[in-house]
């Protein structure tokens, strides 16, 4: 074996001259102005001012190629124990190169050599496509190559180095704190393709989707597209996805891929505080991808995992075939839909935004062939063409525009009001009238504060959805319109638990915006708004920040101006309820701290107590139930977020026990197992809360509860009922699978008897064949013999009559046993014939009774899965309904 060539591999001279003989694979080498430096800057640029019409209308358009890049990850211990050399090696930055031949060489965008970090390989790699689909671009970062060769590390990464996918979320979140112009709503999905049917990770239920097109292309149907609020809110939502990932061990790899994964990122924006007069409306999706590693004929592999292995192989071949298709200009047909994996990304490989494809492989001799392929695989791509281009929408596909129409809809009715309310307090010029009306007066009053917090209420439940940066509000503008008061931002504590590049200099501008903020103003009760804000970034950075998004941030003036004018307009009867809502906000206040896990204030706390402000009870109910969501939302984050920590931790324990040794570790496991038991206090904690808020409501307003209980109930009955159906439905199954079964068992018999009669009938004709054979012979040689003697007797006495007598005697004799044999002879065959009819008859008669026998086999088996599926659904249903009765008996109590 040579001398370390794994160092030698990571510490070549880049300077080292490139030798491109004729024969080498590649006769363009690439420079750091190849396209994958060039072609990005552009998205940089200020959108495009061109009008949409209809959707994707294409601002920009620069042809371009796939960008790839080559990673390679170090000789693991396994392939150091088998003895493996070094195969192939990174020959600078740009080239990779074969250590036995020297004349193979590729060269790529970027080659990194084993020891770079994820981080560099995002920024070279991923980093633009991420802004790029911030500005509008579709984007699709994937990772491709043999089992075991570094996709997993690279896409999803480990706790201490995070790969593409967790560095992108976070890039976004910071992409949009420093894009105070622009407001966005993030939607995120997660799919896996295993053994060719696609599954919803995000969502257990959401089995094999279907793919449907449309005029922006490619789409899965049904799949759970959920709205996300902070970077721990997207990650709680891949950690609990990746619980459902299909995973397995082969003879390479403890922890192998089973499936491919799509995780993405849809994002609109809208430039910030327009409204919704706006036109610049843009919608993009960024699509990160793991797949599935392909598998060469030395893994070993049986019965479950042979098969998973030739699912993934027979679309990678696809992915293979559509990329050498689509290279060659003389292919008509692109064979998108020979695989899930290919039709999925029909619309990113047939050019429709920025796509970077990192290959990762291996440097080890022992999968040197492997590593060919894949960097042959690799070479096609980079010859792929594309076309970046800037997605517009129209106004009804945007969800965000739907949403900022409707926020702007309540603020003006919020609006029409107050200033309805402003009129009538305005209007001094008729005193005596006014006190004739005082009762009215007051009671329109009470109303009036009513509907404004029911107003308020959807407003921020809506609002709460579009992310803004903190930079916007810190700026104060007066001219920001009211419809962006109470955006949902997110800060530097919410980002912490991510290393970061840009983390110093944000705090710093967090650090700004939040004393100028608070020194601004002050918070409710009166407290000094920089003392507590203060404690609140620290308490916030102990949490992680992962309860950080659903803090309310009254972060401008207008907003707090807003909130006053609610207050200050309301006579004595709500500045009563303002008290009691403060007092609301004190109990809460002195609770959480001594329950330091909770945040001081949250979005649900102020609902409820702009509720209780009003006073209506249905109001109250209708609120309650707002609030029972946003604790439910806290809780379900929470619970994302335990499981987060719950596969690090899982992933920590295998580090642990290849490394026992490793004290890092176990205290990271530690502080991780502290963390998940905290986020455990925080979830029973929550979940006393939402018990105590019906409490409360009881206390503030037995209607208030009455109609919880009664929806409640309703919704009980309603799943009885529901149970009851499918009961029902369930025992007719059952019984057709007997009834069904008992014929199809008849039926069985019946042919069995068929096929008796048949070959006796069979048998009974081949007898009478033989019978009639026999007869005929016998017949034949009496009647000869006969005949024989007969005439030689009456030949011998010729010319007498006697004679002649005899003679005609005989032949009338023979005649008659002739016509006798004829007549024999005609009803055997028509018995013949009558059997061979009867046989045509049985024969059909059995045909059809087989294809009878086969539906009913067919209907049994359907009835089965109907059985099984309703089963299931029973089972589903009986565990919604002692839920419910827990739930109503808890309420109840
Ligand atoms: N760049 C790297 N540096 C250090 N270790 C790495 C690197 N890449 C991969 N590994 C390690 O190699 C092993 C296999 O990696 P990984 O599971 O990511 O492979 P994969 O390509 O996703 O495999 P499969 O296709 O079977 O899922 C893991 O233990 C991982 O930690």
Same mark, same amino acid.
């Given at each position: 074996?040579?001398?370390?060539?794994?160092?030698?591999?990571?510490?070549?001279?880049?300077?080292?001259?490139?030798?491109?003989?004729?024969?080498?694979?590649?006769?363009?080498?690439?420079?750091?102005?190849? @396209?994958?430096?060039?072609?990005?800057?552009?998205?940089?640029?200020? @959108?495009?001012?061109?009008?949409?019409?209809?959707?994707?209308?294409?601002?920009?358009?620069?042809?371009?190629?796939?960008?790839?890049?080559?990673?390679?990850?170090?000789?693991?211990?396994?392939?150091?124990?088998?003895?493996?050399?070094?195969?192939?090696?990174?020959?600078?930055?740009?080239?990779?190169?074969?250590?036995?031949?020297?004349?193979?060489?590729?060269?790529?965008?970027?080659?990194?050599?084993?020891?770079?970090?994820?981080?560099?390989?995002?920024?070279?790699?991923?980093?633009?496509?991420?802004?790029?689909?911030?500005?509008?671009?579709?984007?699709?970062?994937?990772?491709?190559?043999?089992?075991?060769?570094?996709?997993?590390?690279?896409?999803?990464?480990?706790?201490?180095?995070?790969?593409?996918?967790?560095?992108?979320?976070?890039?976004?979140?910071?992409?949009?704190?420093?894009?105070?112009?622009?407001?966005?709503?993030?939607?995120?999905?997660?799919?896996?393709?295993?053994?060719?049917?696609?599954?919803?990770?995000?969502?257990?239920?959401?089995?094999?989707?279907?793919?449907?097109?449309?005029?922006?292309?490619?789409?899965?149907?049904?799949?759970?597209?959920?709205?996300?609020?902070?970077?721990?809110?997207?990650?709680?939502?891949?950690?609990?996805?990746?619980?459902?990932?299909?995973?397995?061990?082969?003879?390479?790899?403890?922890?192998?891929?089973?499936?491919?994964?799509?995780?993405?990122?849809?994002?609109?924006?809208?430039?910030?505080?327009?409204g919704d007069d706006g036109e610049d409306v843009t919608l993009s999706q960024l699509h990160l991808i793991d797949l599935a590693g392909s598998e060469s004929s030395k893994s070993e592999m049986t019965g479950q995992r042979r098969k998973e292995g030739s699912s993934i192989n027979k679309s990678l071949l696809t992915l293979g075939t559509v990329i050498s298709k689509l290279t060659d200009s003389k292919a008509a047909h692109i064979p998108y839909r020979d695989s899930k994996l290919t039709r999925l990304l029909q619309s990113t490989l047939s050019g429709h935004g920025l796509v970077s494809l990192i290959c990762t492989i291996t440097p080890a001799s022992s999968t040197s062939e492997e590593t060919h392929n894949t960097l042959k695989f690799a070479q096609r791509c980079k010859h792929v063409e594309i076309k970046a281009s800037r997605n517009k929408i129209m106004d009804e596909k945007s969800l965000i525009k739907k949403y900022q129409k409707e926020i702007s809809c309540l603020q003006e009715e919020l609006t029409q009001l107050k200033h309805g309310v402003s009129m009538s307090t305005s209007n001094q010029e008729d005193l005596a009238d006014r006190k004739l009306q005082v009762k009215p007066q007051l009671r329109l009053e009470e109303e009036e504060d009513e509907a404004k917090a029911a107003l308020m209420g959807r407003i921020q439940r809506l609002t709460k959805l579009i992310l803004v940066s903190t930079k916007s509000s810190q700026q104060g503008k007066a001219s920001v319109k009211p419809d962006h008061i109470w955006r949902h931002t997110f800060g530097e504590e919410e980002l912490a638990y991510l290393p970061d590049r840009r983390r110093e200099n944000m705090a710093d501008d967090n650090a700004r915006s939040t004393v100028s903020e608070h020194s601004r103003e002050p918070r409710d009760g009166g407290t000094s708004g920089l003392d507590e804000m203060t404690k609140d970034r620290k308490k916030n950075k102990t949490r992680g920040g992962m309860l950080g998004w659903l803090k309310l941030k009254k972060s401008d003036g207008v907003a707090g101006t807003l909130l006053t004018d609610g207050n200050q307009n309301s006579t004595n009867g709500s500045a009563s309820s303002s008290s009691k809502c403060a007092q609301t906000k004190s109990t809460r206040r002195d609770k959480a701290a001594t329950n330091k896990s909770f945040p001081e204030r949250t979005v649900a706390e102020d609902l409820f107590s702009a509720a209780v402000g009003s006073g209506d009870p249905s109001l109250i109910a209708t609120t309650i139930a707002d609030q029972m969501d946003l604790l439910h939302e806290q809780t379900k984050i929470l619970v994302g977020e335990v499981a987060l920590r719950t596969s690090s931790l899982k992933r920590l324990s295998e580090q642990a026990a290849r490394n026992p040794e490793d004290f890092h570790i176990r205290d990271q496991m530690q502080k991780l197992e502290d963390e998940i038991s905290e986020k455990k206090n925080q979830i029973r904690a929550l979940e006393q809360q939402m018990i105590e808020s019906f409490g409360m409501s009881h206390t503030t307003d037995s209607l208030g509860m009455s109609q919880v209980l009664s929806k409640l109930t309703t919704q009980l009955n309603?799943?009885?009922?529901?149970?009851?159906?499918?009961?029902?439905?369930?025992?007719?199954?059952?019984?057709?699978?007997?009834?069904?079964?008992?014929?199809?068992?008849?039926?069985?018999?019946?042919?069995?008897?068929?096929?008796?009669?048949?070959?006796?009938?069979?048998?009974?004709q081949s007898t009478y064949t033989q019978q009639q054979n026999a007869a005929d012979e016998s017949a034949g040689r009496n009647t000869h013999?006969?005949?024989?003697?007969?005439?030689?007797?009456?030949?011998?006495?010729?010319?007498?009559?006697?004679?002649?007598?005899?003679?005609?005697?005989?032949?009338?004799?023979?005649?008659?046993?002739?016509?006798?044999?004829?007549?024999?002879?005609?009803?055997?065959?028509?018995?013949?014939?009558?059997l061979k009819k009867e046989n045509m008859r049985l024969i059909e008669e059995k045909d059809e009774l087989g294809k009878l026998n086969n539906k009913l086999t067919e209907e049994a088996s359907y009835a089965k899965e109907l059985a099984s599926a309703a089963a299931v659904e029973l089972q589903n249903l009986a565990e919604e309904v002692t839920r419910l009765c827990n739930e109503n008996a808890k309420l109840s109590k």
């Open positions: 074996m040579s001398a370390p060539r794994s160092q030698r591999s990571s510490t070549i001279s880049p300077s080292r001259p490139l030798r491109s003989p004729a024969s080498a694979p590649t006769k363009r080498p690439v420079t750091p102005s190849s @396209p994958a430096a060039s072609s990005t800057s552009h998205l940089r640029s200020s @959108p495009s001012p061109s009008t949409s019409s209809g959707t994707a209308a294409v601002a920009t358009k620069l042809k371009e190629n796939i960008t790839v890049t080559i990673r390679f990850r170090p000789l693991s211990p396994r392939e150091v124990n088998n003895g493996d050399e070094i195969a192939w090696y990174a020959d600078g930055d740009y080239t990779i190169r074969n250590e036995y031949n020297p004349d193979l060489c590729y060269a790529f965008d970027r080659v990194f050599g084993p020891p770079t970090t994820t981080r560099r390989v995002y920024d070279t790699a991923a980093q633009q496509v991420v802004s790029g689909a911030m500005s509008g671009i579709n984007g699709t970062v994937f990772a491709y190559g043999v089992t075991s060769s570094g996709k997993t590390h690279t896409m999803h990464g480990e706790q201490r180095s995070p790969g593409i996918i967790p560095l992108a979320v976070k890039d976004v979140f910071s992409i949009i704190q420093e894009t105070p112009e622009r407001e966005f709503l993030l939607r995120v999905s997660y799919l896996e393709i295993y053994n060719e049917v696609i599954n919803d990770l995000l969502d257990p239920t959401g089995q094999n989707l279907r793919i449907r097109e449309d005029s922006q292309g490619t789409y899965v149907e049904g799949i759970k597209d959920e709205v996300v609020l902070s970077p721990a809110h997207a990650l709680s939502l891949i950690a609990s996805g990746e619980e459902h990932r299909h995973v397995g061990s082969n003879n390479v790899n403890l922890f192998s891929s089973r499936s491919h994964t799509m995780f993405t990122l849809t994002i609109e924006s809208s430039p910030h505080g327009k309603e799943k009885i009922f529901e149970h009851e159906i499918k009961s029902a439905d369930n025992r007719i199954l059952q019984e057709q699978l007997e009834i069904t079964k008992s014929e199809k068992a008849e039926m069985q018999e019946t042919i069995m008897l068929l096929r008796q009669q048949l070959d006796s009938l069979a048998e009974r013999s006969r005949n024989g003697d007969e005439l030689s007797e009456i030949y011998s006495g010729a010319g007498t009559p006697t004679s002649v007598m005899s003679l005609n005697r005989v032949f009338a004799q023979e005649e008659t046993k002739d016509i006798k044999n004829g007549t024999t002879l005609n009803s055997q065959a028509l018995e013949i014939e009558n």
